[in-house]
């Protein structure tokens, strides 16, 4: 038998078929929905007269457009076009019969949080949505991507997706992480090794020790950013971290069910020998605290660097760097830790998880957030907030100065009412630091939740390991 | 869906690296249901300042490219987000054809599914299309995806490759759910094989 890869023995155990041309049609066994790009399938499928094929592997839950304030329950979304696209997912929830977490729901929250905590996200598994950070559930082994909208119609009518199949890239992280090192570090280093488009192309398989030591958290932290780096999708390998994880979650295997999974599931593992058509290795001990500071994630540099020039670049890249220190409103050769912030965004389908807010919260305990610096803290689901109130991490937010929000993915993409001002500059935990993506001119450096707070508290980018010593 | 067989038009040139989806379509214009309409709001923050004006120098709103039917691009066209908002942007406002070294996953797949062909080239023969369209007079090409060739107005023909199956539906425009639809024998099999093997599914 030849040695096969894990993205390899998931993808085989859910073809349906293969036509001689290597495109092949995969049967999915989770489809995620959330009120942006489903509206259109949903209307697809109606104008043919079509059903959802599986509705019961089917999860749908509102997270883009939510206020997060914590007035919403009052039912208020003052912007018309969010409200409308709210109301055509219930409706759309409610006619198909679809699992259903609507925005009143203890359980709503960012639909790549809510999946995994639900227990819908297991080892093994085909996840889709139409989002491209579905990568997110590849921690668990499960092989997860984003689709467009046409491939949410065609995965609600047929519960399969055609597909070729990606190339296998191996990610090895050996060692340790140092202190103030997290992974949102790990998952940034990977870009910035790779560029944006190193992964494309390829699933990723993350493994090694720094991998292996992590919790459940930061493998979501670490896959959700594969398709920062172009990838379709990031795969850790299901271990016990995973099996505690998933153990006793609502929707998990129960009883006999749960040992005939766990026969299959430990069987999910890279072959010794299998090939990689790319591999890279990254020692932990030579990561730092990373953050960005131009309009692409794969522009990360160590907090104790310096801007960039243009010229310290090749190719395209040269005229990009140009423009991008132009938008950000930076010079080469400043320092990092220089640069001022006005605003601080703790959460995100990539750190709006319970470890996040703790990290967030050690940092912030007894201290007070620069005046001046607006700093929200967004918990990535409803659960999530009430284990973090349980710990009482509110009572440190709201004492350090900054705002306790209901769950949705807010300032991430500022589809909601929580968005920059045109030149504000924002330290953020989210994924994306596009021109305009947390609002229109508004400037984005990405890095952990740990490194946002210290940046809160201090009023400019900062070394985290700086507080911690103190 | 509609076919794609032979295009001619003016190809706009945008160098620029890296050009993502929030770029394409920003994230104000998702709030539609529908799918059309989207191409007033192509690349609306390099296209307009904040009073609505156009900006003059962006290369769509330039009298040349303004019927341009084709965008030459810089590496990794389309990253960022899954929004078929994108490409539903890029066919509404009249483009039916990005060429580039190299797309994003995603992107590149929503474009099959709305009659967009996206073409990957090396990048010598980008940066010749790139000149060429940044030179006017040479800027309109004919692109015949039946025979993959890009032909440029004086006479330079350019072969391109593309996946077999995404070829014959656009070159057909066919509809991929009906196709599905066509296997659900298979699917059904598949579904009941996997209710045994695992039945927690
Ligand atoms: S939190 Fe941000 S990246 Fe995650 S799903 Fe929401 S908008 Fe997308």
Same mark, same amino acid.
Do not use: Y
């Given at each position: 038998m030849t040695a096969t890869t894990l993205y390899d023995k998931i993808w085989d155990a859910h073809l349906v078929s293969t036509d001689a041309d290597g495109t092949s049609l995969l049967y999915i066994d989770r489809h995620l929905v959330h009120e942006v790009t489903s509206p259109q399938a949903f209307e697809g499928l109606r104008d043919a007269g079509r059903?959802?094929?599986a509705p019961d592997k089917t999860i749908a839950v509102p997270d883009h457009?939510?206020?997060?304030?914590?007035?919403r329950n009052s039912g208020i979304v003052e912007n018309e076009e969010s409200r409308i696209q709210l109301e055509a997912l219930d409706k759309n929830a409610r006619d198909f019969g679809i699992h259903y977490y609507p925005v009143?729901?203890? /359980?709503? !929250?960012i639909v790549h949080i809510v999946g995994p905590e639900q227990g819908w996200t297991l080892p093994g598994m085909t996840v889709v949505c139409?989002? @491209?950070?579905?990568?997110?559930?590849?921690?668990?082994?499960a092989l997860a991507h984003g689709i467009g909208t046409s491939e949410v119609e065609h995965v609600l009518a047929t519960q399969t997706l055609i597909q070729t199949k990606s190339k296998n890239m191996k990610v090895e992280i050996t060692g340790q992480l140092r202190d103030g090192v997290t992974a949102k570090d790990v998952t940034m280093a990977v870009i910035g090794a790779?560029?944006?488009?190193?992964?494309?192309?390829y699933v990723i398989e993350y493994c090694g020790q720094v991998i292996r030591d992590m919790s459940m958290e930061g493998r979501m932290t670490v896959c959700n950013m594969a398709i920062e780096g172009g990838a379709r999708a990031g795969l850790i390998a299901p271990d016990q971290t995973t099996f505690d994880y998933v153990m !006793?979650? =609502?929707h998990a295997p129960k009883g006999a069910a749960w040992e005939q999974a766990m026969l299959w599931w430990k069987t999910l593992t890279t072959d010794d020998g299998a090939v990689f058509d790319e591999v890279l290795v990254i020692k932990?001990?030579?990561?730092? =605290?990373l953050v960005t500071?131009?309009? @692409?994630?794969?522009?990360v540099l160590p907090i104790t660097a310096t801007v960039p020039a243009p010229s310290d670049f090749t190719g395209g890249k040269i005229d990009a760097v140009e423009r991008s220190l132009d938008y950000m409103g930076l010079t080469a050769g400043?320092?990092?830790?220089?640069i001022k912030i006005d605003v601080v965004f703790i959460g995100s389908?990539?750190? !709006?998880r319970i470890e996040d807010l703790r990290a967030a919260a050690k940092i912030l305990d007894g201290q007070k957030i620069k005046s001046g610096v607006r700093t929200l803290i967004v918990p990535g689901s409803g659960l999530v907030r009430a284990q973090a109130e349980e710990e009482g991490l509110d009572k440190i937010f709201l004492d350090a100065g900054a705002e306790w929000r209901l769950a949705g993915c807010s300032m991430c993409l500022?589809?909601? =009412?929580?968005y920059l001002e045109p030149g504000e500059r924002c330290a953020a935990t989210s994924n994306r630091n596009f021109e305009? /993506?947390?609002? /229109?001119g508004g400037r984005t450096h990405l890095m952990s939740p740990a490194m946002a707070a210290a940046a809160a508290i201090n009023g400019h980018l900062t070394d985290v390991r700086e507080m911690m010593n103190s | 869906m509609d076919k794609f067989e032979k295009l001619s038009g003016t190809a706009a040139p945008m160098?620029?690296?890296?050009?993502?989806t929030d770029m394409i379509?920003?994230?104000?214009?998702?709030?539609?249901?529908?799918?059309? *309409?989207?191409g007033v709001n192509l690349f609306d923050e390099m296209r307009y300042d904040d009073d609505r004006?156009?900006?003059? $120098?962006f290369v769509l709103n330039k009298p040349a490219y303004r $019927?341009?039917?084709i965008i030459v691009a *810089? $590496?990794?066209? *389309?990253? *960022? +987000? +899954?929004?078929e908002h994108a490409p539903w942007a890029i066919k509404d406002f009249g483009i039916s054809c990005v060429i580039s070294t190299s797309f994003a996953d995603i992107f590149f797949n929503n474009c099959f599914k709305n009659g967009i062909l996206p073409i990957i080239l090396p990048k010598e023969q980008v940066d010749i299309l790139m000149e060429d369209a940044q030179n006017g007079a040479n800027a309109r090409i004919e692109i015949d995806l039946a025979a993959q060739t890009i032909t440029s107005a004086d006479g330079k023909v350019i072969s391109f490759e593309v996946d077999a199956f995404k070829k014959q539906c656009l070159l057909e425009g066919l509809d991929d759910i009906g196709l599905t639809l066509k296997k659900s024998s298979a699917i059904d099999a598949f579904e009941s094989a996997a209710a045994t093997a695992r039945p927690w599914v």
């Open positions: 059903t959802v094929h457009n939510v206020p997060t304030t914590l007035d009143d729901d203890v /359980r709503q !929250g139409g989002d @491209s950070h579905t990568a997110t559930h590849g921690a668990f082994g790779t560029g944006t488009a190193g992964g494309t192309g !006793g979650l =609502p932990g001990e030579d990561i730092a =605290p500071w131009g309009t @692409s994630p794969e522009d400043q320092n990092l830790t220089d389908c990539t750190n !709006g500022a589809m909601n =009412p929580d305009g /993506r947390q609002g /229109r | 160098p620029l690296i890296n050009i993502d379509i920003p994230k104000l214009f998702l709030k539609t249901i529908k799918r059309s *309409g989207l004006n156009e900006i003059p $120098d $019927d341009a039917k *810089g $590496d990794n066209f *389309g990253c *960022g +987000s +899954s929004r």
